[in-house]
């Protein structure tokens, strides 16, 4: 389960929050409905698939009902199945599962708020129960899910036989049965890899009640099989039979060949895969040969530098001979330059890319732009042959996608805000935070959550990021999140909610004891506030600044150490002064202090007190402090 693995960690400040959200929808079935438990739902499938390096193909949406109470009955491939549909589905729908995996954490939860029926296989009359109880919700306008096979199929895209029984709960309802094709719905989870995966999701047309009212269970149920398997022959035999050197550069390198990897498990740095990088993606044109030897052999000493490259490119031949490519001179050297042999199909993502930018740059057509736009985003899953960056023409590749990526976000952003379509630029800001983290990205999300209302999400959303930019690179808040931040203040001030919630929603749950901890950009904005009020309130405000340092006085480096020191050094800062002054963590080893009505002198007094409770005995280190009036001074 390595991919489940990767998502956790791509989302590892994300999933705290969302599961809290789920276990709540879940404890709460009733407060919400079903349409705003399945968004919820979405949102969480959607994150985990961008993050995961899964690519839902969609097709057939139109052969979902416009009315609701109907049925899926899909093939059955592993457990990423429902979320497949669940991703490709624009309407809510329940499952019925077995009652093995009622208790399994998240799917419980998830079942839970889809209002899903856990069926005992070997219980009849609780099935027969199950079975009434569907067929009563389809009949009321629930659309339900129900795998005919049983259980999922070990054979990959082969399927088991449907049993008829499960079309019982259709045949009572008399509503519309859709057949659901899944192709390769087994490998993110069966599989080993993480690498970017395509799954397709077919709605096939559906079986009206008008036409299946005088068959058996058992007449339905091929029926409903044949259709789904003739469409995944159809899909993934025809890939099989056109025999494309399929070639990734983004995110991961992989060659892969009739479903099988060149490479197994593992790329290595090797010459072949050196040399299969530079001439795939350099086809066109080809490599002159005193390039790919520099490329392969560098500054070794080799005795016969040309009969070396020979070398190369005929054990390169048996290599590919072996992965099932027909018996031809892949690599050919004419006049000095050497070329792969363009009889072999290839399809590499970043030639893709290319093909693709180059039209977005002469398209008009808006919504055509946009649709080039999301195939871009699909085939870019990570930086250009990241892990050989080193190499000057691989750097240089890398960087100018990188600018195309960044300018095709902006350009996608830019129509998604013309249309209004603030769902979509909320999954770009998910999707393209992922690829580049720490680029800010984060504020499309935030400039979305805000357009939709979701102010609470936003304001968590900024808070996460500027925590995690902080903790783990330094960084404090880009002005593009900044800018998202005052959005949602706005946002907010021009809600219609009347004073009484707006005040219930500023107060805080619960004061704490101690000084007011803040976030940087809140900080900033208290100190504007208050050096406008100094003159007319004759206060006086001093802003300190302490800073922790070793034995000989100089500033603490980063490690485990100040860390720790710096928690307990805001404890005592927060304990030794007044609910009404002021603290931010600025840096990794330093704090902001705003003192509100005091005095220089009670300055000093304050500094004695942190320096006690701080201090320990036979520690070494310090704090130094640095202390500015604000613009005004109470003459005392």
Not at 451 to 466: C, P, V
Not at 570 to 592: A, F, P, W
Request: proline share 3%; net charge neutral.
């Amino acid at each position: 389960m390595r991919r489940i693995l990767l998502m956790v960690l791509r989302n590892i400040f994300f999933v705290p929050v969302y599961w809290y959200k789920l276990c709540y929808h879940a404890r709460h079935v009733d407060k919400y409905t079903e349409e705003e438990h399945y968004k919820l739902l979405k949102y969480i499938d959607h994150r985990a698939n961008t993050s995961g390096n899964i690519h839902i193909e969609v097709h057939g949406q139109e052969n979902i009902p416009e009315q609701d109470g109907f049925m899926f009955y899909p093939n059955h491939q592993g457990l990423y199945d429902v979320l497949a549909i669940m991703e490709a589905c624009p309407r809510p729908f329940a499952v019925v599962a077995k009652k093995e995996v009622a208790d399994v954490p998240f799917l419980k939860q998830v079942f839970t708020c889809m209002k899903a029926y856990m069926i005992d296989r070997e219980d009849v009359r609780q099935s027969l129960q199950v079975i009434v109880n569907v067929s009563n919700d389809v009949k009321n306008g629930r659309n339900f899910l129900i795998f005919p096979e049983g259980t999922r199929s070990r054979q990959g895209n082969q399927v088991q036989d449907f049993k008829g029984g499960s079309f019982k709960a259709a045949t009572r309802a008399r509503c519309p049965i859709i057949p659901v094709a899944l192709i390769n719905c087994f490998m993110p989870f069966d599989s080993k890899t993480t690498e970017h995966v395509n799954v397709q999701v077919h709605f096939l047309e559906p079986l009206l009640y008008e036409e299946y009212k005088d068959m058996k269970t058992t007449e339905i149920a091929a029926i409903v099989r044949e259709r789904i398997q003739h469409t995944i022959n159809e899909n993934v035999y025809r890939e099989m039979r056109e025999k494309i050197l399929q070639v990734k550069t983004f995110g991961s390198f992989s060659m892969i060949y009739d479903g099988k990897s060149l490479f197994g498990r593992k790329v290595g740095e090797t010459q072949f895969a050196s040399m299969m990088q530079m001439l795939i993606h350099e086809r066109k044109k080809g490599v002159s040969r005193e390039r790919l030897e520099q490329e392969l052999f560098g500054e070794r000493e080799v005795e016969n530098v040309h009969h070396a490259l020979q070398s190369v490119i005929y054990n390169a031949k048996k290599r590919l001979e072996k992965a099932g490519l027909p018996d031809v001179n892949y690599i050919e050297i004419r006049n000095g330059v050497v070329y792969w042999n363009d009889e072999i199909k290839v399809q590499e993502d970043a030639t893709e890319f290319d093909q693709i930018y180059n039209r977005i740059k002469h398209e008009k057509n808006p919504d055509k732009k946009i649709k080039d736009l999301e195939k871009i985003f699909e085939i870019y899953t990570g930086e250009f042959l990241v892990k050989r960056q080193s190499v000057i023409w691989v750097a240089i590749e890398a960087r100018r996608y990188e600018d195309m990526f960044r300018e095709c976000v902006e350009e996608a952003a830019g129509l998604y805000r013309e249309k209004k379509n603030y769902t979509q630029l909320e999954h770009l800001g998910v999707y393209a935070s992922n690829i580049e983290p720490f680029s800010d990205w984060e504020a499309l999300t935030m400039e979305a959550m805000v357009a939709l209302g979701r102010y609470e999400e936003a304001t968590d959303l900024y808070a996460d990021t500027a925590e995690r930019y902080f903790e783990e690179r330094g960084l404090k808040p880009a002005k593009r999140l900044l800018e998202s931040l005052n959005q949602l203040g706005n946002q907010v001030m021009h809600s219609y909610d009347v004073l009484d919630n707006i005040q219930h929603n500023l107060e805080e749950k619960e004061i704490p004891k101690g000084a007011y901890l803040c976030s940087y950009p809140t900080f900033r904005g208290i100190y504007h506030h208050l050096a406008r009020m100094l003159e007319r309130s004759g206060q006086s405000i001093y802003l300190m600044l302490c800073t922790i340092v070793d034995s000989k006085g100089r500033p603490m480096k980063e490690g485990v150490m100040l860390e720790g020191l710096a928690k307990r050094l805001e404890e005592s800062i927060c304990t030794s002064i007044r609910n009404s002054d002021v603290v931010n963590h600025y840096s990794k080893g330093q704090y902001l202090v705003l003192l509100i009505n005091t005095t220089r002198e009670d300055c000093a007094v304050i500094q004695k007190r942190i320096n006690y409770k701080f201090l320990t005995d036979r520690q070494r280190t310090g704090v130094r402090y640095y202390v500015n009036s604000v613009v005004y001074e109470k003459d005392l």
